[in-house]
T-cell receptor, first 111, second 111 residues
Framework: NAGVTQTPKFRVLKTGQSMTLLCAQD?????MYWYRQDPGMGLRLIHY???????AKGEVPDGYNVSRLKKQNFLLGLESAAPSQTSVYFC??????????FGSGTRLTVV | GEDVEQSLFLSVREGDSSVINCTYT??????LYWYKQEPGAGLQLLTY?????DMKQDQRLTVLLNKKDKHLSLRIADTQTGDSAIYFC???????????FGKGTRLSVIA
């Protein structure tokens, strides 16, 4: 099925470890986004991309890096994980105003 | 800056109507959305409305937009236990700009 795929779905990290979350979309969308969701906080934008090779900071970018080397993929990296980065991460892509498609999320725990 | 506000909790009896309210601050918002999130799941787009519309109806869902007061509401008629979820209001300035989310309203339906 066409859509947005996030890997992995679950991950437990130790403080200081690094990891990369992968988001892949097969809809040829130009725009891609990474959000984090914390209880009572809604979804907050981490970084986004308006096209291949471009990235921009969102509301809560500290501690994260991103890359968009291929149009269909948007990678979110944590260089040195901290317990404050325990969250559920959602990726989304869009091409039209009402055409935002979300992945099913990655649940990350940092201990 | 952009801000989207929602009440955090709503409890209704099965069969009654639910009304979830949202206010936003960015008068240039062009598109307004309602998303539903069931426990442990991703975000499901329920409906959206363009800023040049006042109302949109889709089966049991009615969206009302008051641009003057920057107020958006979602009415669910004949609320069922399956409607229990968190409902997020979101706005975007124009197509393909990042969505800005409210903190979400947790709807509990009492049988």
């Amino acid at each position: 099925n066409a859509g947005v795929t996030q890997t992995p779905k679950f991950r437990v990290l130790k403080t200081g470890q690094s990891m990369t979350l992968l988001c892949a979309q097969d809809m040829n969308h130009e725009y891609m986004y990474w959000y984090r969701q914390d209880p009572g906080m809604g979804l907050r934008l981490i970084h986004y991309s308006v096209g291949e090779g471009t990235t921009a900071k969102g509301e809560v970018p500290d501690g994260y890096n991103v890359s968009r080397l291929k149009k269909q993929n948007f990678l979110l990296g944590l260089e040195s994980a901290a317990p404050s980065q325990t969250s559920v991460y959602f990726c989304a892509s869009s091409d039209r105003a009402y055409g935002y498609t979300f992945g099913s999320g990655t649940r990350l725990t940092v201990v | 800056g952009e801000d989207v506000e929602q009440s955090l909790f709503l409890s209704v009896r099965e069969g009654d109507s639910s009304v979830i309210n949202c206010t936003y601050t960015d008068s240039s918002s062009t598109y307004l959305y309602w998303y539903k999130q069931e426990p442990g799941a991703g975000l499901q787009l329920l409906t959206y409305i363009f800023s040049n519309m006042d109302m949109k109806q889709d089966q049991r869902l009615t969206v009302l937009l008051n641009k003057k007061d920057k107020h958006l509401s979602l009415r669910i008629a004949d609320t069922q236990t399956g409607d229990s979820a968190i409902y997020f209001c979101a706005e975007s300035f124009r197509g393909n700009t990042p969505l800005v989310f409210g903190k979400g309203t947790r709807l509990s339906v009492i049988a």
